[in-house]
């Protein structure tokens, strides 16, 4: 019972926090959720829980599949070629991580998506704003 209401605490704060989000904090939470779906898949493939394990696998292909939709190609397409081809790359290891049961290509996920959340979390305020207000004035 009280593992139900706390999931149900946790999406509703998740609706409630998206609902005011700025694009770039919605990336942001969508670094913070694979990171925290990878690190859940590695616990699963550690205990032999091969359901929880898909289950985190696959939410974890869809935070990438989200994170690849939300570049911007328009502006620098060499750049965002790269980025998408690299989450590709990503959901490939992923995939060799669910058939092979093994966590060193989640391992190498985590390596390659950390420096990218921390160069995302580290973009000044000022230059935020400026893009915030881009999108909204295109809206």
Do not use: C
Request: charged share 25%.
């Amino acid at each position: 019972m009280y593992g139900r209401n706390l999931k149900a605490y946790r999406k509703t704060n998740l609706e409630a926090e998206i609902a005011v989000a700025t694009p770039h904090r919605i990336i942001q939470m969508l670094f913070e959720g694979l990171i925290e779906r990878l690190a859940q898949a590695k616990g699963a493939i550690s205990r032999n829980d091969f359901e929880y394990k898909s289950d985190r696998l696959s939410k974890a292909v869809g935070i990438i599949n989200g994170l690849q939709l939300s570049l911007d190609m328009k502006q620098d397409p060499a750049f965002g070629n790269r980025m998408y081809a690299l989450y590709d790359y990503m959901k490939e290891q992923l995939n060799n991580a669910s058939s092979s049961l093994d966590v060193e290509p989640i391992d190498e996920v985590i390596h390659l998506i950390m420096p990218i959340k921390q160069a995302w979390d580290q973009i000044p305020e000022s230059v935020k704003q400026q893009a915030n207000e881009q999108i909204l004035s295109k809206g």
